[in-house]
């Protein structure tokens, strides 16, 4: 099976400019979810979707990232204006919540975003 | 929230011996405990999980251990390679989430040929 896809792989801005990431889970996948990985740190959960519905944005910063999932399959993070403090990784992951097996999280190769 | 300890930050052994990450976890209704390997340039992926009903769960050379209890659980690699040289995560659910993951700060392990 297909896994996670992510786009672009690399994405170099200046700081206030905006961008976007895409992300498409594996077929199925009912849950969706968008980290932030700094450098030299674990994956922090920014937003996690159920289907085209949000579960969880409490770590999100609503002031400038916004996420969406419109049709309950792509997702896309947007950040608007960036800060220097945004340059991290952000990594895509599914879940199917089907029988034991459905806690798993499969991740993107991730977006590495540097902000100059 | 879920607080997720995790150390040693680096360990470097030698091929063919050990290694040994341990984690601790704040929440006693946590149930859950996967380890993910993370690869350069490369997203985490799922190398274990143990969930609090067994104490211990082995898939080849790689084990994981669970103290409820205590509030931690390990992972064992014996037998080291090269290729197991990478980053690991362990991770614990937030109580009350709706299956969703606290990482640990992440073990840079360098096998030594």
């Known amino acids: 099976e297909a896994g996670v896809a992510q786009s672009p792989r690399y994405k170099i801005i200046e700081k206030r400019q905006s961008v976007a990431f895409w992300c498409n889970p594996i077929?199925?996948?009912?849950?969706l979810y968008w980290y932030q990985q700094i450098l030299g740190q674990g994956p922090k959960l920014l937003i996690q979707?159920?289907?085209?519905?949000?579960?969880?944005d409490s770590q999100l910063p609503k002031d400038r990232f916004s996420a969406e999932r419109l049709k309950g399959v792509d997702s896309t993070l947007k950040i608007q204006p960036a800060k220097l403090e945004d340059s991290a990784v952000y990594l895509c992951?599914?879940?199917?919540?089907?029988?034991?097996?459905?806690?798993?999280?499969?991740f993107g190769p991730g977006t590495r975003l540097t902000v100059l | 929230g879920e607080n997720v300890e995790q150390h040693p930050s680096t360990l470097s052994v030698q091929e063919g011996d050990s290694a040994v990450i341990k984690c601790t976890y704040s929440?006693?209704?946590?149930?859950?405990f996967p380890w993910y390997k993370q690869e350069l340039g490369k997203g985490p992926q799922l190398i274990i999980d143990?969930?609090?009903?067994?104490g211990e769960k082995k898939d080849q050379r790689i084990a994981v251990t669970l103290n409820k209890t205590a509030k931690h659980f390990s992972l064992h690699i014996t037998e080291t390679q090269p290729e197991d040289s990478a980053v690991y995560f362990c991770?614990?659910?937030?109580?009350?989430?709706?299956?969703?993951?606290?990482f640990g700060s992440g073990t840079q392990l360098t096998v030594l040929p």
């Open positions: 992951a599914s879940s199917s919540n089907i029988g034991v097996s459905g806690n798993e999280q499969f």
């Open positions: 077929s199925g996948h009912a849950t």
């Open positions: 979707f159920q289907n085209n519905g949000v579960v969880d």
């Open positions: 929440d006693s209704a946590s149930n859950y």
């Open positions: 143990i969930r609090s009903n067994v």
């Open positions: 991770a614990a659910p937030p109580s009350g989430s709706a299956r969703q993951l606290t």
